[in-house]
């Protein structure tokens, strides 16, 4: 795990501090009014002008010490203020489309083996397949220009192309978790939950969609193979309903892949959803990582690419012992 | 015992039981409707590339009319009422782009592109990583090893940052940002093939050709590769839609060498900012990539179920 992180580091540091042409490390450090000799004096101080692996000791004994550098951009924030203030608005945009894929993926997925081979399994086959077919950018403006526009000019209730909050209820609320919706909801606001929901739901249906076609497959395999074991043909022979025999028995044996696919989901959400996050102009850290990619800027790449690869491994972690929790045949 | 004790065996039995096997599949999958339908299409597609440029002339992607840019020729459907119509005479079926081209005509120049890539990336990646996958699982020991963990390190990456960053470094060519995608892409074929090695390797038939003195490369190549070959199969066509997906995107997010290039991703990209008043721009480069992405898909899942004996039902 620490060699993984390691690794992630060492590629993103000679990657974006080896090639100062294209990404100059001191260009977080400067402003428009900076003379040349002051640069030069820059570059010495922070140690630019060493070898790359003695910068990138510098560097790591500065994150060790809590100092993660400056984002230029950013009007010289703080890196990591940078990240954590853009974090909560992914934590909510994961959550979100987490809900509904579990929501919409998992029915799609049990209607699928349990009429295996009828017309319904079919349709749910090729929506799974179309969900990852689709062009993520393209299917956020088709939504935007659905739901958005459309919706709106012939007079449906629209909902909000971009954003998280609507720009009349812009602070109105204290920040308690930095979730709009939990915030309107501790401020007993609801009008501004409900303008955040809003906001979100367009987004999380749009990062949904993408993934909700692979975990109905996975739950319809899990569920075909389930059905066929011997204690579901037990459950029946003793007359339990086909009810229970379903969403009792086999469901919660069916699951267990479903929950591997999810948690990588989710960590892969909480790295930010740089596509649709920027089509939705949704100011997380997946938005931000693309800002900072064309600003060149390495502070914040170093610090974003690190704690994704952080989400990832902690997330297989936990899914290999949850697995075992839940699956007692499994034994390492 | 000669070194090619193991080659009666390959020329009877094995190969002919393979090729009635691969009847069967195919058999089957012109059984399953959808899969049919996406074989078509791939194949349509594949055509389509390999004469583009002979329906199409390449030099229309540079014959830019500003005057009847961004504008929809039929009243059948009126998109916005913000649309600009074209001039009378003028036949654009899909409207015409910001350069003032034919929408139509550049997505069909723009096919062979996409694809050429998405095969170019699959196959380079399955080459390095069945040839790294299947040493690391037959060799294993510090060598597995080592593959091993360089590969989790690519898989905690935030893959679509680091094939932004590796583009942003070296510059905006096609070249460059096929070898971002690729460089993202080469791990799950190594983890594939080192998976299919360590199963195969501990099977009866190995251990008997291995008595036989079958050499180690002799024994991969041509006894275990045809048996753990099928996965990869599948994976590579399901990939080919993702590459294109994955390449679309990065045009699609701004590191396009050259805004008229006629590339998908990079044709939608010119309607970023006329969503609400050239709304075609977006749509029919995308519906593109969907169908083109969708046969592939619909092909690998087809291959899977059939290729599997265990999934046959």
Redesign the interface.
């Known amino acids: 795990m620490i060699l993984v992180l390691f690794g992630v580091s060492v590629i993103v540091f000679y990657l974006a501090r080896g090639f100062p042409s294209a990404f100059s490390p001191w260009a977080q450090y400067i402003t428009v009014k900076t003379k040349p000799a002051q640069i030069e004096a820059i570059i010495k101080t922070h140690g630019f002008d060493q070898p790359l692996y003695i910068q990138y000791w510098y560097w790591l004994w500065d994150v060790f010490h809590g100092d993660w550098g400056y984002s230029n951009w950013a009007n010289g924030l703080p890196t990591y203020v940078v990240f954590s203030s853009r974090f909560p608005f992914t934590v909510e945009l994961t959550i979100t489309a987490t809900i509904l894929t579990l929501a919409i993926g998992i029915p799609l997925g049990i209607v699928s083996a349990l009429r295996n081979n009828t017309a319904a399994d079919h349709a749910a086959r090729i929506v799974a397949l179309t969900g990852y077919s689709v062009p993520s950018y393209w299917f956020a403006y088709v939504l935007q220009l659905v739901f958005a526009y459309y919706f709106y000019t012939w007079g449906l209730p629209s909902l909000p192309s971009g954003g998280i909050i609507s720009q009349g209820l812009q602070g109105t609320v204290p920040t308690v978790t930095g979730l709009p919706i939990l915030d309107g909801l501790f401020a007993g606001n609801l009008g501004y939950t409900a303008d955040a929901v809003a906001h979100v739901i367009l987004p999380a249906f749009n990062l949904s969609f993408i993934s909700l076609g692979y975990l109905a497959r996975i739950v319809r395999a899990s569920m075909l193979e389930v059905l066929r074991q011997d204690y579901i043909t037990m459950a029946r022979a003793k007359g339990l309903p086909e009810r229970i025999v379903i969403y009792r028995h086999a469901l919660r044996n069916a699951l267990i892949p479903a929950m591997t696919l999810t948690g990588l989901f989710v960590a892969g959400l909480l790295g930010g959803a740089i596509i649709t996050e920027t089509v939705f102009s949704w100011p997380g850290v997946g938005y931000v990582s693309l800002i900072a990619v064309f600003q060149g800027d390495s502070n914040f790449l170093l610090l974003y690419s690190l704690i994704t690869a952080l989400i990832i491994v902690v997330a297989n972690l936990t899914v290999d012992v949850l697995y075992v929790f839940l699956d007692p045949r499994i034994k390492y | 015992m000669g070194k090619k004790t193991d080659q009666a065996y390959l020329t009877r039995g094995e190969t002919q039981a393979r090729i009635a096997e691969l009847k069967y599949a195919l058999h089957l999958m012109r059984q399953n409707r959808?899969v049919l339908s996406g074989s078509i299409l791939v194949i349509f597609f594949i055509i389509l590339s390999a004469t583009a440029t002979t329906i199409v002339s390449p030099d229309q992607a540079f014959d830019l009319n500003f005057s009847q840019s961004y504008c929809w020729p039929s009243s059948i459907i009126s998109w916005?009422a913000l649309a600009a119509t074209c001039p009378q005479g003028s036949n654009f079926l899909l409207g015409t782009d910001g350069f003032g081209r034919d929408l139509l005509k550049m997505i069909i120049l723009a096919i062979p592109l996409d694809i050429s890539i998405a095969l170019t990336v699959v196959t380079v990646a399955t080459a390095f990583g069945v040839t790294v996958g299947s040493v690391a699982g037959w060799v294993g020991g510090k060598f597995d090893e080592i593959i091993l963990?360089?590969t989790?390190?690519f898989?905690?990456?935030?893959s679509?940052?680091?094939a932004?960053?590796?583009a942003?470094?070296?510059g905006r060519t096609i070249q460059n940002l096929t070898i971002a995608v690729l460089l993202v892409w080469w791990p799950i074929y190594v983890r594939l093939m080192r998976g299919q090695v360590l199963v195969e390797r501990e099977k009866t038939y190995v251990e008997a050709l291995k008595s036989l003195g079958v050499k180690p490369a002799r024994l991969v190549l041509l006894h275990i590769m045809p048996n753990a070959i099928y996965p990869i199969l599948v994976q590579m066509t399901l990939d080919i839609?993702?590459v294109i997906?994955t390449f679309?995107?990065l045009m699609?997010?701004?590191f396009s060498p050259d805004p008229a290039l006629p590339e998908l991703?990079n044709l939608?990209a010119d309607?970023i900012g006329h969503?609400?008043t050239a709304?075609w721009l977006?749509?029919f480069?995308?519906?593109t990539?969907?169908v083109i992405?969708?046969a592939f898909?619909?092909v690998g899942?087809g291959l899977r179920d059939v290729l599997d004996p265990r999934l046959r039902?």
């Open positions: 959808l916005t963990r360089i989790d390190i898989f905690a990456f935030p679509l940052v680091l932004l960053v590796f942003a470094l070296f839609g993702g997906l679309s995107a699609f997010l701004g991703g939608a309607g969503v609400f709304p977006i749509v480069p995308g519906v990539i969907l992405a969708l898909n619909l899942d039902r």
